[in-house]
């Protein structure tokens, strides 16, 4: 039987990125949090005094960027955001012959990885959308970007939280090993803020919005600087520490319920503890199989969600502490971007490496989920 592997190679060819004009940094986010708890209190006064409900307390800057390594996040809308009477991103509907926005950013992330890889729209087979949250039920986002770029073919959405964009890569490597498609795009465009509970001190400092685009294609049609991909390996394991009950069948009134359940919630500390033994034990098994060392690999693109989490990832896979150049961090400027967060820093960070040079995009988060996605670079 002939091995279709050995026929039908896949190869990342070119990343794209959108990143939003606008960034909050730590200071702009603390002071318009604390402007909204003073206000709370000021407007519960009472009910505090009596000890009825406990006050809001303040956030805190040196707080944020210990526990998490973000310094600043982009975001789509940042003056309702920071709005203390709103704290959410507004934008007016827009009619249904209009782009919708989150296939407009990704258009953006998708067109920059064409044009990389020097390749026409009508040669790109299927377009995955792969993202923590879609803008609706349907129709798929992935099918209005396909559109928008003028591709023919298939496309369709898929959400598994933050490792959205590694698991539509092993999906579009997975057509072209199979001789199905020769060319995917895997589109991720993030608009976290949307899921974010801005009034929440525990969690309002993590994420930020970003588009990333993926061009996964079969070695014999790819550009000559690309990726080859060695492997990719998926894991799932349910958990209810990171969670977002928004839906369809919930649609609770807003001005009736607390609604906090309906946007992101997390037990980050569980996260931590249960996550990264999880994840730096997948890639140590994984590299196994594929025959690597892990001490060897070249530099690890990791999810980026939480500077600590990474640097004891990266510290058992490589067996020392990670230098910058070693598992190099955008949480720094962009925060936590959900699924794109691992692409935005191989997008980033891949230039300088050499041919034969072997890397990791890693993703992980809820589900639990985690993906792996070992490559080399071309000679
Ligand atoms: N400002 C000041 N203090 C704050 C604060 C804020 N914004 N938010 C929480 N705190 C306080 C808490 O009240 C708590 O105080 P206490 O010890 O007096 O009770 C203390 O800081 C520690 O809170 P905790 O939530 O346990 O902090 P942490 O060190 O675990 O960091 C996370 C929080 C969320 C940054 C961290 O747990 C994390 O990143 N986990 C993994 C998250 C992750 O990857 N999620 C995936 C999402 S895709």
Redesign the pocket.
């Known amino acids: 039987m002939q091995d279709v592997q050995l026929t039908h190679r896949p190869v990342i060819s070119a990343t794209g990125l959108f990143t939003p004009a606008e960034s909050i940094s730590n200071e702009e986010l603390v002071d318009s949090f604390n402007r909204f708890v003073d206000l709370q209190n000021q407007r519960h006064a009472d009910a505090i005094e009596a000890g009825e409900i406990e006050p809001l ?4 800057v040196d ?2 960027e210990k ?2 390594g973000i310094k600043a996040r982009h975001v789509m809308n940042k003056e309702s955001v920071l709005d203390p009477e709103v704290m959410a991103p507004r934008w007016s509907e827009r009619p249904d012959d209009e782009i919708s926005i989150m296939a407009e950013i990704g258009v953006i992330a998708a067109k920059q990885a064409l044009e990389k890889a020097g390749r026409k729209p009508e040669d790109v087979d299927a377009v995955l959308c792969a993202a923590s949250n879609m803008q609706r039920a349907y129709p798929a986002m992935a099918i209005e970007i396909q559109q928008a770029l003028g591709i023919e073919g298939f496309g369709f959405d898929m959400n598994v ?2 490792s959205s964009a590694t698991f539509g890569i092993q999906t579009a490597a997975d057509y072209v090993r199979s001789g199905n498609a020769k060319s995917v795009l895997v589109v991720s465009p993030e608009i976290t803020s949307g899921h974010l509970n801005w009034r929440d ?6 994420f930020g919005d970003v588009a990333t685009a993926v061009l996964v294609e079969d070695e014999a049609i790819a550009p000559d600087e690309h990726w080859a991909i060695l492997g990719t390996k998926l894991k799932t394991v349910f958990s209810n520490n ?1 969670r977002n009950n928004f839906g369809f069948l919930n649609r609770a009134h807003p001005e009736t319920s607390d609604n906090a359940d309906k946007l992101f919630v ?1 037990e ?2 569980k ?2 503890k249960e ?1 990264v033994p999880m994840v730096a034990q997948m890639i140590i098994d994984e590299a196994g199989k594929l025959q690597l060392d892990p001490a060897a690999i070249r530099r690890l693109w990791l999810h980026q ?2 500077a ?2 990474n640097r004891l990832i990266a510290q058992r896979v490589l067996g020392h502490e990670a230098s910058a150049d070693e598992s190099p961090t955008v949480l720094d400027t962009y925060g ?1 971007t ?1 699924s794109a967060g691992s692409i935005i820093a191989f997008h980033k960070y891949s230039e300088d490496l050499a041919p034969g040079d072997t890397g990791l995009i890693c993703s992980f ?2 589900g639990y989920s985690a993906g792996t996605v070992f490559v080399r670079k071309a000679a």
């Open positions: 307390q303040h956030s805190s707080f944020i526990a998490s939280a933050c001190r525990d969690s309002h400092f993590i990171i997390q980050g500390r996260v931590f996550v969600a939480n600590g989490m936590n959900s988060g809820a």
